[in-house]
């Protein structure tokens, strides 16, 4: 759907063959997330966020994510870190495939490894909550060479993520996640 269309519960509820009430929960949840906007004897319709949002909530995002990967570091296992270079492998391959919903739920998968070792359980539903509205489509262009340029060294940064806690080097690693890694360059691709 499109932003400021205008979201059809009858029809959602006769494909799903389900009854307004869940389908009325769960469109108030996508509401609470910033993906609707409900408008009074008009119904739901899809948020449209303007770019200068969307960067204010990627840098929300890096200075949390970088805070949950701090506060990881000492709980992270070698078995985690295994995990995170296993998802590192995978995402190599979606991007390679050029599968972008591959990338992205593997890239996804990547942070919460340690964002669930971070011990901090406001911490993470913060971060759950951010994840589960818009950012899940960071980026998004016809032009798919530059966008999977851009997933590329993205995935260049996961590896450099997975060096810090290697290193237990916690001042780098908040350094990358927020700064670097959460900071949007290709902001035409947002």
């Not at 990881?72 to 972008?100: C, F, G, P, S």
């Not at 806690?165 to 916690?170: G, H, L, S, T, Y």
Request: proline share 2%; net charge negative.
């Amino acid at each position: 759907m499109l932003p400021n269309q205008k979201v059809n519960e009858a029809s959602i509820c006769k494909n799903l063959e389900v009854s307004r009430t869940p389908v009325r929960e769960a469109l108030i949840q996508l509401a609470s997330e910033n993906l609707l906007e409900y408008i009074p004897r008009r119904g739901f319709i899809v948020s449209d966020m303007d770019t200068k949002k969307k960067l204010d909530i990627f840098q929300v995002v890096g200075v949390l994510d970088g805070f949950a990967a701090t506060l990881a570091v000492d709980h992270l296992t070698d078995e985690d870190i295994q995990t995170m270079e296993k998802l590192v492998a995978k995402i190599d391959i979606a991007i390679d495939r050029q599968n972008y919903a591959d990338y992205q739920k593997y890239q996804t998968d990547f942070h919460y490894v340690y964002i669930n070792k971070c011990d901090n359980s406001t911490l993470i539903d913060m971060l759950n909550s951010l994840q589960n509205s818009f950012i899940r489509q960071v980026y998004l262009s016809q032009d798919k060479q530059k966008l999977f340029d851009a997933l590329k060294e993205m995935n260049h940064q996961h590896k450099q993520i997975i060096d810090f806690f290697k290193q237990a080097d916690k001042e780098n690693l908040e350094d990358l996640l927020r700064n670097v890694h959460w900071k949007i360059t290709h902001t035409d691709m947002i």
